[in-house]
């Protein structure tokens, strides 16, 4: 299973290492001491707390200032559902889910699961770009 540092752990929820320190010391988010001693996180606790905190963090629903499009975006897979020949996965990815449908055989060879560290590429032929009113 995946196991990321606390510095990953923040890059991937966008807030500094002693925010995430902070979670960990009051048991918010449970974390584990690897080979070397360090603090790390197994991916699917970060992917229970993502899918947690974007449901229930407000602050998470800011207003967008400026935006554009990225290409590729790093999450942590939190849902992967199988059958014979197709399999939906879902990357949470900040506060955002991403959904993609791919077939059973590039899941299960790319070993897709809750926890694991993943990035959605994404190719649009047409992409919107959005700036709020600042009234």
Known sequence: MTKLRISEVA??????DDTVRRWADSGRLATATDDV???????TEVARFMAERAVDDPALESPVVSASARNRLTGIVTRVVRDTVMAQV???VGPHRMVSLMSREAADELGL????LAVATVKSTNVGIEIPDHR
């Open 11 to 16: 890059s991937l929820l966008h807030v500094s």
């Open 37 to 43: 001693g360090r603090a790390v996180v197994d991916g």
């Open 90 to 92: 879902e990357l949470q």
């Open 113 to 116: 699961e809750p926890g694991v």
